[in-house]
């Protein structure tokens, strides 16, 4: 493993890029032709995230740790199983959010040892919130340039009257309808992309139930913020997802 100073300067690099693949990511959201049709290989969405992906391989290829992201999903496992570190990227997590201009996409940057998130970055470029952790070394939100420390979680009690639960109030699927069903007055909180698992290392919220398909990139970022404040991401089995499979998709998940 990796020693502290080795983690801290891979977390600058991280922040680093995040926010100036945020910047490139606000200039084609706040051009004028933003309202062109958002389909195709020329869309605004398609230009951000291409943009977003240059400046993060920009920071990330130096350190030499391989990259594993969804623009270059096509990695084989044969290659890629032989990784110790990896960086795990989504440049622009959130299509829906960015398309609807509701601000709350993030790029999500994170780096992962024999399959455990370690080190992560979620930064919202509209909010201009950041948020970045290293397992055992806690977690800190940085807002307009102000940062603070990250409040470590306390173990999730499911009992408790009134609990926050991250979910979408229109795309309330069956799985997680039961789960509300099992909770005393739940309160809905929703949020679009890793940002559903941002609110929850801020303290708004308790639990986020992910009955629906997500890949390694869309969680691997938040999970390892989470982790570093003490929380959790696990699968109904209650073990902590695993990055780097064979097959880059997640099974179901609670993250608290």
Sequence with gaps: MMNREKLSSLLDTAREASLLAGQ???????????EVELK????????ADKAAHDVI???LEPTGIPVLSEEGRDIPYQERKGWDYLWVVDPLDGTKEFIKRNGEFTVNIALVHKGEPILGVV???VLDKLYAGIAGL???????????????????????????????????NDDTQAFL????????????????????AEGLADVYPRFAPTM??????????????GGKVTNQGGEPLEYNKENLLNPYFKAE
């Excluded at 990511?25 to 706040?30: P, R, S, V």
């Excluded at 869309?218 to 570093?228: E, I, R």
């Design 24 to 34: 490139q990511i606000l200039e084609i959201y706040n051009s004028d032709d933003f």
């Design 216 to 229: 390694e990139w869309d969680t691997a970022a938040a999970h390892a913020v989470l982790a570093s404040i």
């Design 123 to 125: 930064y919202a470029p």
């Design 57 to 59: 391989m920009s920071f």
């Design 138 to 172: 806690g977690g800190t939100l940085t807002v307009s340039g102000t940062t603070s420390k990250l409040d470590q979680r306390e173990k999730l009690d499911l009992s408790r009257h009134g609990l926050k639960v991250v979910a979408s109030r229109s795309h309330l």
């Design 40 to 47: 195709g290989d020329n869309s605004p969405l398609t230009k």
């Design 181 to 200: 069903d099992q909770l005393t007055a739940p309160e809905i909180v929703s949020m679009g992309s890793s940002l559903k698992f941002m609110v929850i």
